[in-house]
């Protein structure tokens, strides 16, 4: 909230950009180079798990879902602590630095993980030739086994089993299903660096995120009418710097190898430091720390910043150790044999909700309960859209690699984490769109309401999924589907997106009694948090067998990837429509907010 003495500072008038006040450029240049970074390394994480680091489908993608689960969850401490002590400026450049030493160290992979094969009671050397060190699988990059001094490829079959092929094509050993148990020999040392930097990355985020945002709102006095369009040029600034990472990093990483990708989103977030540190005379005295006596608070708020990064480091070791679920153990087994992570997500998501509409109940008018309901409702279908969406960094990205035929017109081939920049590209091209749209129809009284907006969103990204997997019943004889079939699956999460995400905090805001805006906020935030685990669940289900990081039947592949994305696709347009059936009521709820 602005403050009497940010107000007074506030460039309401003077030089302008655009029509909006002149700083606004230095911030959304600061927050593209941040989107930069985010998004360039979340294009190749899944990727760089599974192939550099042979972790496996599974274990990845619980590491994944968990990172990207932070990453929304530490913005509520962040937040806090910049508005009580730190000042968003301060908060931002030391948030930007632990990003960036993040990013720099997770470009310290090292070599890559050295797969192997054990059957008959003995370890066998697997050789990967024709590899790249990069996101993007060589065409001709192949794994064999050495067995007795000869070199043996490995095919999967459709039962399990496991088929070595001898050099003159034929069969030389045949492996019933489960002898066959592969690994590989990693730099722990590294690996665990990995995961540091990946809690360094989600700490300096909390810092980061929030405060930047915070800063923009600054830049408006109160009433002025050009906020929320300055708010749409700063989110076109977001959906810029996604785009750029997700086409540089992949280029990077494919030609110079995972370093040179990862270590440019480091080199970006200085950038922003270097901006935001070297803005006195364009943001003057916006951002900064409340009045205090005594010491100052960042000696003992920037320690306790660098002491979470090993509690959000045993996060992740939890997250890579957890059992599968046991099969029959219920809902109540299954949430106990979650990693913690997902037991204080679940936990703490499952008691606030009813305890925040208790509270509202018994504090609140009648109205003000019944539209504190809505949002929470609201909150929950929130959570499923984005479980099926952030699917886009780790199964759909794995699919991508495996069986996509990714070459663009013969020309030349996108590799798999570039195809990420097609949800960038759509919202940049459909934003306009959809705002003018959403206007058209609002002046003729019949812009949809925003439980039917929702509904849409949910349905939408069902239907992503669902023209993806009609796009499978024309792949080629090697089991890959044409690339315009997953621009497709974009296009129309793109147009998804914007039918639920520019509307939820606002919706938040208007929904919420006056008093808890910023609880209900926080829970908006959990509610994210939640889909972004939720995405990780998801992914493990789509989990492929591997052998070296490679798929050793990519007929299986397909069939699995078919199989999970029909289900959930059909799943969540269920969803989609049951919220529909809700809307009326949901809306009459609202009292009027829309």
């Known amino acids: 909230m602005t403050t009497p003495s940010d107000a007074a500072r506030t460039p309401a008038t003077g030089p302008t950009w655009m029509g909006h006040p002149r700083p606004l450029a230095r911030l959304f240049a600061i927050e593209m180079w941040e989107r930069f970074g985010y998004y360039g390394m ?73 797969p192997w094969a054990e059957y008959d009671g003995a370890r066998h050397e697997i050789v990967v ?17 050495i067995d007795h001094g000869r070199h ?153 910043a660098i002491l979470a990064i090993p509690a959000c480091y045993f996060l992740f070791t939890n997250l890579m150790h957890a059992p599968a679920p046991t099969a029959g153990a219920g809902f109540i087994g299954y949430l106990m044999g979650l990693p913690v992570m997902g037991k204080l997500l679940c936990a703490t998501f499952g008691l606030s909700l009813p305890a925040i509409l208790i509270w509202s109940w018994r504090a609140g008018s009648r109205a003000e309960f019944e539209m504190m309901l809505a949002a929470i409702i609201l909150m929950v279908f929130n959570t499923v859209f984005w479980s099926l969406f952030e699917q886009a960094g780790s199964s759909l990205t794995l699919f991508a690699d495996r069986n996509v035929d990714r070459s663009v017109f013969g020309w030349f081939e996108m590799s798999a984490p570039g195809t990420q920049q097609f949800n960038a590209i759509g919202i940049i091209t459909l934003a306009p769109i959809m705002g003018a749209l959403w206007s058209v129809l609002a002046r003729r009284g019949c812009e949809p309401s925003i439980p039917i907006k929702f509904s849409m969103g949910l349905i939408g990204v069902g239907a992503g999924f669902l023209f993806l997997v009609l796009g499978t019943h024309f792949a080629g004889a090697d089991y890959r589907v044409g690339l315009g079939w997953l621009a497709g699956l974009y296009l129309i999460h793109s147009v998804a997106e914007l039918c639920i995400s520019p509307v939820g905090m606002s919706m938040i805001t208007k929904l919420s009694i006056a008093r808890v805006v910023g609880l209900m906020m926080g829970a908006w935030y959990l509610s994210l948090a939640m889909g972004q685990y939720g995405a990780g669940l998801l992914a493990q289900m789509a989990t492929v067998e591997t052998v070296g990081g490679q798929v050793t039947n990519l007929k299986l592949s397909l069939d699995t990837y078919v199989g999970v994305f029909t289900q959930i696709g059909i799943v969540t347009i269920g969803v989609g429509l049951v919220l529909l059936a809700l809307s009326g009521a949901i809306r009459k709820l609202m009292h009027g907010v829309s």
């Open 129 to 145: 030739e024709h590899y790249r060190d990069g996101p993007t699988s060589a065409a001709n990059e192949t794994r064999a086994v």
């Open 42 to 114: 979340r294009a190749l994480l899944m990727l760089y798990l599974t192939k550099h680091f042979l972790l496996g489908d599974r274990v990845s993608a619980g590491i994944y879902g968990g990172y990207t689960a932070l990453v929304y969850l530490t913005p509520l401490i962040g937040g806090l602590l910049a508005d009580q002590y730190l000042g968003s400026k301060r908060a931002v450049k030391f948030g930007a630095l632990i990003m960036a030493a993040g990013y720099f160290a997770l470009a310290l992979g090292g070599s890559p993980a050295r």
């Open 152 to 304: 043996l490829l490995i095919k999967g079959q459709e039962d399990g089993s496991i088929d070595l092929i001898a050099p003159d094509g034929s069969v030389a050993r045949h492996l019933a299903p489960g002898v066959l148990k592969e690994g590989a020999d990693r730099d722990e040392l590294r690996l665990a660096i990995t995961l540091m930097a990946l809690s360094a990355v989600a700490v300096g985020n909390g810092f980061f995120k929030p405060n930047i945002a915070t800063i923009v709102g600054l830049l408006y006095a109160d009433g002025d009418q050009r906020r929320d369009a300055g708010f749409s040029i700063f989110y076109m600034g977001i959906n810029l710097g996604s785009w750029l990472g997700q086409m540089a990093c992949p280029i990077l990483a494919d030609h110079f190898g995972w370093g040179a990708g990862l270590a440019s989103a480091g080199a970006v977030m200085l950038i922003a430091w270097a901006m935001m540190h070297y803005s006195q005379r364009s943001l003057g005295g916006l951002g900064e720390p409340p009045a205090t006596t005594g010491r100052d608070p960042a000696l003992w708020i920037y320690p306790a």
